[in-house]
């Protein structure tokens, strides 16, 4: 099966560059993906160029109609679309549904943009002078979205794009592609204009054309730290706004006053959920005092009842990695842990699975310091850290010596303990008995230090701060005989 762009409200083929998509399930390739050329990107944000000024006119009801719909499409529809997600990804179901949930939080969001683009205004500044306030679009916007959310990541971006009056490019993962490409397809159907969303499917040499390509004015961007950096720095040196957001190493501490049996299920929920390819994953649960040894116990007991398998069986918790490469990655961050000093408490690579999938066991691995590996680089996968700490502060240092600051936890019954924690730590996104603090959609998404580069986080109000510039307007009417020549600088 061949998957091609979409482009002014219909899909294309592309050219010659293909790349294979696979179904991490069973191993086998499912299809071939188009990988745009630099100039067939060009070809692309010319359409979305054309279509901007139609689009920024649009009545500010009418882009809340296309919203309300889209909306409605895809909760009535939602099946489809996680079928999608699990055959290209390989998460079950019902995550996948869940994926498609948190989505549908910005939607709902967004569809309140007569109220979220409203300017300001101030009378009377000046004797007979008045001032106001708009939020204008910035023109043709970037969305590069990840493999790990096929649906979630690009219904962040582009609706937040697309209401404040943008048209888009959306280049979404070559890894797991077919889930953009519904969404846009629902997107024409609710109403929107062709060109106002164009899908570009591609690699490294597309996403390089979308850095370079002066007709784009923004580019959002979700992906590996490295990338992120990469993408910061060279769409800022074009003038771009951008938004980049990197990895992760999130810490889940546990406090000796803790619940433990609530925190282990916490934690093997956050860490081995969609098979740990989540930037808000846990990977480091961090022990204070003596509750390592029980929640360890804990944790091998859940651990042993998981189920593990293709992501379409109802029964299936946890499905495959998303590439052989990620899964074969994955198992050498295990293999080494021992060698660095590390106790590697259940081993993922002795799982058997039948057939050729991407699958790998969860790992569990104990007397994780920093320094080694398995602690410093993001895994991305169903991997487990234990570092032990004696007290509060220690665990507060170790977060916050991190050089990720994306999400972190705590788990405790004390109320000064998670105040103080709360105030303490250095990190964006913080959690209170709650393992993976993703806010809701009526917030906004980002870390801080080298999980996010840029000035604003991603959906929710900071998202129509980015899609905007604003511009003000002084006005004054003034009777003619009143007027005259004045060099020195405006006052009151």
């Known amino acids: 099966m061949r998957i091609g762009h979409y482009i002014q409200g219909k899909i294309i083929e592309g050219g010659e560059r293909v790349g294979p998509v696979f179904n991490p399930a069973t191993g086998q390739q499912s299809g071939e993906v188009a990988l745009a050329s630099a100039a067939e990107l060009g070809a692309a944000v010319d359409v979305a160029a054309e279509a901007f000024p139609g689009w920024r006119a649009t009545s500010l009801t009418k882009r809340a109609e296309v919203m309300f719909a889209f909306r409605q499409l895809i909760k009535t529809r939602a099946g489809e679309l996680a079928a999608l997600i699990t055959a290209e990804h390989g998460k079950v179901l019902s995550d996948a549904a869940g994926e498609i949930s948190r989505g549908l939080e910005n939607v709902d969001f967004c569809a309140g943009l007569p109220h979220l683009l409203k300017g300001e205004y101030a009378e009377q500044v000046s004797r007979g002078v008045d001032v106001h306030q708009v939020r204008q679009p910035v023109g043709v916007v970037?969305?590069?979205?990840?493999?790990?959310?096929?649906?979630?990541?690009?219904?962040?971006?582009?609706?937040?794009?697309?209401?404040?009056?943008?048209?888009?490019?959306?280049?979404?993962?070559?890894?797991?592609?077919?889930?953009?490409?519904?969404?846009?397809?629902?997107?024409?159907?609710?109403?929107?204009?062709?060109?106002?969303?164009?899908?570009?499917?591609?690699?490294?040499?597309?996403?390089?054309?979308?850095?370079?390509?002066?007709?784009?004015?923004?580019?959002?961007?979700?992906?590996?730290?490295?990338?992120?950096?990469?993408?910061?720095?060279?769409?800022?040196?074009?003038?771009?706004?951008?938004?980049?957001?990197?990895?992760?190493?999130?810490?889940?501490?546990?406090m000796p006053d803790a619940d433990l049996p609530a925190a282990a299920d916490a934690a093997v929920s956050a860490a081995y959920g969609s098979a740990g390819e989540r930037c808000m994953a846990v990977s480091v649960l961090v022990t204070v005092g003596d509750v390592a040894d029980p929640l360890i116990d804990l944790l091998k007991e859940r651990i042993g009842k998981l189920k593990i398998g293709d992501g379409t069986d109802p029964e299936s918790e946890m499905g495959p990695?998303?590439?052989?490469?990620?899964?074969?990655?994955?198992?050498?961050?295990?293999?080494?842990?021992?060698?660095?000093?590390?106790?590697?408490?259940?081993?993922?690579?002795?799982?058997?699975?039948?057939?050729?999938?991407?699958?790998?066991?969860?790992?569990?691995?104990?007397?994780?310091?920093?320094?080694?590996?398995?602690?410093?680089?993001?895994?991305?996968?169903?991997?487990?850290?234990?570092?032990?700490?004696?007290?509060?502060?220690?665990?507060?240092?170790?977060?916050?010596?991190?050089?990720?600051?994306?999400?972190?936890?705590?788990?405790?019954?004390?109320?000064?303990?998670?105040?103080?924690?709360?105030?303490?730590?250095?990190?964006?996104?913080?959690?209170?008995?709650?393992?993976?603090?993703?806010?809701?959609?009526?917030?906004?998404?980002?870390?801080?230090?080298?999980?996010?580069?840029?000035?604003?986080?991603?959906?929710?109000?900071?998202?129509?701060?980015?899609?905007?510039?604003?511009?003000?307007?002084?006005?004054?009417?003034?009777?003619?005989?009143?007027?005259?020549?004045?060099?020195?600088?405006?006052?009151?």
Not at 173 to 185: G, K, M, Y
């Open 142 to 254: 970037a969305c590069i979205t990840p493999f790990n959310f096929p649906a979630m990541v690009p219904l962040w971006m582009i609706t937040g794009a697309i209401a404040c009056g943008n048209t888009v490019i959306l280049k979404p993962s070559e890894r797991d592609p077919s889930a953009a490409l519904w969404i846009a397809e629902r997107l024409t159907e609710a109403g929107l204009p062709p060109g106002v969303l164009n899908v570009v499917n591609g690699d490294a040499e597309t996403v390089n054309a979308i850095l370079d390509h002066p007709g784009i004015a923004a580019v959002s961007f979700v992906g590996s730290t490295p990338i992120a950096e990469t993408v910061y720095r060279r769409s800022a040196e074009t003038g771009k706004r951008v938004q980049a957001l990197g990895g992760a190493k999130n810490h889940m501490v546990v």
């Open 321 to 492: 990695l998303i590439t052989a490469q990620a899964r074969d990655r994955v198992a050498s961050y295990v293999a080494g842990a021992a060698d660095e000093g590390a106790t590697v408490v259940v081993d993922g690579r002795e799982q058997q699975f039948d057939g050729d999938g991407f699958f790998l066991g969860v790992s569990l691995v104990d007397h994780v310091k920093p320094g080694m590996r398995v602690y410093d680089e993001e895994i991305f996968g169903p991997v487990l850290s234990v570092v032990r700490v004696d007290s509060y502060d220690d665990a507060v240092a170790l977060v916050n010596e991190c050089q990720y600051a994306n999400g972190v936890a705590v788990f405790t019954r004390d109320g000064k303990t998670a105040r103080s924690f709360e105030f303490d730590i250095e990190v964006g996104m913080v959690g209170v008995n709650v393992p993976i603090p993703v806010p809701v959609g009526i917030f906004s998404f980002g870390g801080w230090k080298r999980s996010l580069f840029g000035d604003t986080h991603i959906y929710g109000p900071e998202s129509f701060n980015f899609y905007t510039r604003r511009k003000v307007v002084t006005t004054r009417w003034p009777d003619p005989s009143e007027t005259q020549v004045n060099l020195g600088f405006p006052t009151h």
